[in-house]
C-alpha cells in the first residue's frame, strides 16, 4: 500500500485530524512520521510494516505495551535494523521534547525503551560503564 498524504488531503486512504485510517484502525500521522523517519508537508509512507504499525499503536495509547509485549516478542520484524532506528528516533524526540509535555514523552520513552530491551536485550543509546571507544 502507498500513502501519500498532504497537509489536508490523503489518497487512498481517510485522513482526519492527524490520523490516517489503515485497515480499519486509526493511526498518527506525526508518530508514523517519526517512526519512519519521513518528515515535511509531502511524505509517501510505503508499505508500512506491520511492526511498525504496531508500534505507532503503542506509543499513541502506552497503556496498550502489557498486552503487546508477546507480540513484539514474537512478530517477525522485517528489517531489524531499520526497526531499531525507529525505536532510537522516539527516545531522542522524547528526550528533545520533553519540555513540552513530561508526561507523554516519558511514556514515550519507557515504551520504546522497553520494546528495545525485551527484542536486543540492551539499549543502543545507553552508555554502559567500563566500555571504551575509539575515536579517530
Known amino acids: 500500500m502507498t500513502y501519500i498524504y498532504e497537509k489536508y488531503n490523503i489518497y487512498g486512504e481517510i485522513f482526519i485530524n492527524g490520523n490516517i485510517t489503515i485497515e480499519q484502525k486509526k493511526y498518527s500521522l506525526e508518530i508514523l512520521g517519526l517512526i519512519t523517519g519521513k518528515i ?14 504496531i508500534l505507532c499503536e503503542v506509543l499513541d495509547e502506552p497503556y496498550k505495551l502489557p498486552y503487546l509485549l508477546e507480540t513484539f516478542y514474537s512478530i517477525k520484524i522485517e528489517d531489524e535494523q531499520a526497526f531499531r532506528f525507529s525505536l532510537l528516533r522516539v527516545q531522542v524526540d522524547s528526550d528533545l521534547r520533553m519540555h ?13 525503551k522497553t ?5 536486543y536485550r540492551d539499549l543502543m543509546l545507553e552508555l554502559t560503564e567500563g566500555i ?3 575515536v579517530d
Open 40 to 53: 515535511g508537508n509531502k511524505t509517501e509512507l510505503v508499505d508500512i510494516p506491520n511492526e511498525l504499525l
Open 100 to 112: 513540552e509535555d513530561i508526561q507523554k514523552h516519558q511514556q514515550r520513552s519507557y515504551v520504546t
Open 115 to 119: 520494546i528495545e530491551k525485551l527484542l
Open 132 to 134: 571504551e571507544f575509539d
